[in-house]
């Protein structure tokens, strides 16, 4: 089973608010909402079945989309520092990007009874909308998008893994999606693709 669970970005610093110190693009505001917001996060890796692999992985090029999903990877490795089956991968490092990817798929498939979060901002080009676009192109563009970035991490955890891609993205992209989704029931991504 692959899931999706795309989240809107924190409150913008450069239009209400002073900016977060430690997360650049959103305000304090937004990271405190953030931070609460991550408790609903948390709940559903708790509920996932053993074996479930997290991935906090999709954003837009804006500062802001990177730095929420840094406060929800921040506040999820606090909640679950003492939970001794529940793993991260080490924190994302762009000059290795796949090596830190490499190493928590091999101890996912060594330990079965485990769930595994992985941390891999993936700046996906399909989450900003070129200007001009209609409702129905920006939301096949993210469709496609989510699909491939799907084959990318299964790649890595292989099906017997239920997998849940948290994607952080922007109002008017997930609006057209919603709406898309909605109207066209038979996509295959209706079914398996929440927003929070």
Do not use: W
Request: net charge positive.
């Amino acid at each position: 089973m692959t899931k999706f669970v795309l989240c809107h970005h924190a409150e913008r610093a450069d239009s209400a608010g002073k900016e977060s110190k430690e997360y650049p693009g959103i305000t304090v505001k937004g990271e405190k909402e953030t931070r609460e917001k991550t408790k609903t996060l948390a709940k559903m890796i708790c509920d996932l079945p053993d074996g479930s692999v997290v991935v906090l992985g999709g954003c837009s090029k804006a500062v802001r989309t990177r730095s929420t999903l840094s406060v929800f990877t921040d506040e999820l490795r606090r909640t679950f520092r003492d939970e001794k089956d529940v793993i991260f991968s080490k924190p994302f490092n762009s000059a290795e990007p796949l090596g830190a990817l490499k190493e928590i798929s091999g101890l996912a498939a060594a330990n079965s009874g485990i769930k595994v979060i992985v941390d891999f901002p993936l700046p996906m080009e399909e989450f900003i909308a070129p200007p001009g676009q209609k409702e129905t192109a920006i939301a096949k563009r993210m469709v496609n998008g989510l699909n491939i970035q799907a084959e990318f991490f299964r790649r890595f955890f292989p099906r017997n893994h239920d997998m849940v891609l948290i994607n952080n993205v922007h109002a008017p992209e997930t609006d057209a999606l919603i709406s898309f989704l909605q109207k066209k029931s038979s996509c295959s991504l209706a079914s398996i693709v929440n927003f929070m």
